[in-house]
C-alpha cells in the first residue's frame, strides 16, 4: 500500500494540463475585469459605428 501511495505522490502526468488550466483561468478573469472596467467607452464606440454605417449615403459605382 505504502508503495502504491509513493507511485501516485511522485506522478506528474497530469501537472501540465492543471497549470495550463489555472493560466486560462487566470486570462479568462483578467478579461472579464477589462471588459467590466471599459464597457461603457466599447459600448460607445460600437453604437458610433453603428450609427455612422446606418447614416451613410449609399452610392452607385459605375458598371465598367
Given at each position: ?7 501516485l505522490w ?55
Amino acid at each position: 500500500m505504502t508503495t502504491l501511495l509513493n507511485k501516485l505522490w511522485n506522478d506528474d502526468a497530469g501537472q501540465g494540463i492543471a497549470e495550463y488550466t489555472l493560466i486560462i483561468a487566470l486570462v479568462v478573469v483578467g478579461l472579464m475585469g477589462i471588459i467590466t472596467v471599459f464597457r461603457s467607452s466599447m459600448g460607445r464606440i460600437f453604437q458610433t459605428v453603428s450609427d455612422t454605417l446606418n447614416n451613410a449615403q449609399a452610392t452607385d459605382f459605375p458598371i465598367s
